[in-house]
Nanobody, 126 residues
Framework: QVQLVLSGGGSVPAGGSLTLTCIGS????????MAWFRQEPGKEREVVAS????????YVTRSLKDRFTISYDNVNNTLYLQMNSLKPEDTAQYFC???????????????????WGQGTQVTVSP
């Protein structure tokens, strides 16, 4: 089955940068659409960014597009989320997710993704 191993979470001062890494394994056909989600306590899990690993499609939610970058390394089956100029409101539990292609979800709901990694805490101090 698909496995997604997340790393890179931690604490960072406001204005700093952090990179999350999600290493995928299992059937590659089930990992064509990759995404990052985050969830604040008491709130719903929401998409941060997504990417089709076999094409040009890339999405970053509007409010984050100037600070966050999603990328994928096909050689190492690794999804990255580069987060710059971090703000305290970026504090959340972050998740990586995957699903089959070739058409990636446009709604970016939790239910649209089939495989999930563990969550990791990102804390941005003031």
């Amino acid at each position: 089955q698909v496995q997604l191993v997340l790393s890179g979470g931690g604490s960072v001062p406001a204005g700093g940068s952090l990179t999350l890494t999600c290493i995928g394994s299992g059937p590659s056909d089930s990992r064509k659409c990759m995404a990052w989600f985050r969830q604040e306590p008491g709130k719903e899990r929401e998409v941060v960014a997504s990417k089709y690993v076999a094409g040009v499609y890339t999405y970053v939610t509007r409010s984050l597009k100037d600070r966050f970058t999603i990328s994928y390394d096909n050689v190492n089956n690794t999804l990255y989320l580069q987060m710059n100029s971090l703000k305290p409101e970026d504090t959340a539990q972050y998740f990586c997710a995957a699903r089959r292609g070739p058409v990636c979800p446009l709604s970016h709901t939790v239910s649209a993704y089939e495989s999930w990694g563990q969550g990791t805490q990102v804390t941005v101090s003031p």
